[in-house]
């Protein structure tokens, strides 16, 4: 079973709730998305370590329910 988009942002936003959250079904499949986080919790951390922190807020569903996940992340400018 996929993960909904909406489901990818609620497990985002509990772990970030600052966060401004977009995220696209790039396959219309259900399984492969681009999400996009902005969270000032990201703010001088490097983008290895921003990508752990949502992966994290997956809670495991990444490679399971959620098949792919092209993730781009920032703090606010």
């Given at each position: 079973m996929a993960m909904t988009a909406q489901e990818i942002e609620t497990y985002i936003r509990t772990a970030l709730p600052d966060a401004a959250i977009s995220i696209e079904d790039l396959?219309?499949?259900g399984d492969h998305y681009a999400c996009t986080v902005v969270s000032e919790a990201?703010?001088?951390l490097s983008?290895?370590?921003q990508h752990q922190i949502v992966y994290a807020a997956l809670q495991g569903h990444m490679g399971g329910?959620?098949?792919?996940l092209a993730l781009q992340t920032t703090a606010p400018d």
């Open positions: 396959a219309g499949d990201f703010r001088g983008r290895v370590r329910k959620l098949h792919a």
